[in-house]
């Protein structure tokens, strides 16, 4: 038998990029994968960067390190 801990997905405060609604997105960091819960969009590993940009953007995450740079 084989046991273990699942971790929770992270609920970043952020927007969904397709449907804009605010603190629907999981992502499970583990398996870099993410999704909506509002409007079901997806991101599998081959597109889960796409969504970390526009969270690094929302969050303003650019800014923060060419001012501290």
Known sequence: MLTGW???AWRPNN???LCGVKGGL???????TGTCMDCRQTWDPSTIGL????I?????ED???SATG
Do not use: G, Y
Not at 26 to 32: P, Y
Not at 51 to 54: M, N, P, S, V
């Open 63 to 65: 800014e923060e390190t």
């Open 15 to 17: 927007t969904c990029p």
């Open 6 to 8: 699942d971790s929770p």
């Open 51 to 54: 969504l970390a940009d526009h």
């Open 56 to 60: 690094r953007v929302e969050n303003h």
């Open 26 to 32: 999981r992502i499970r960091l583990d398996h870099h």
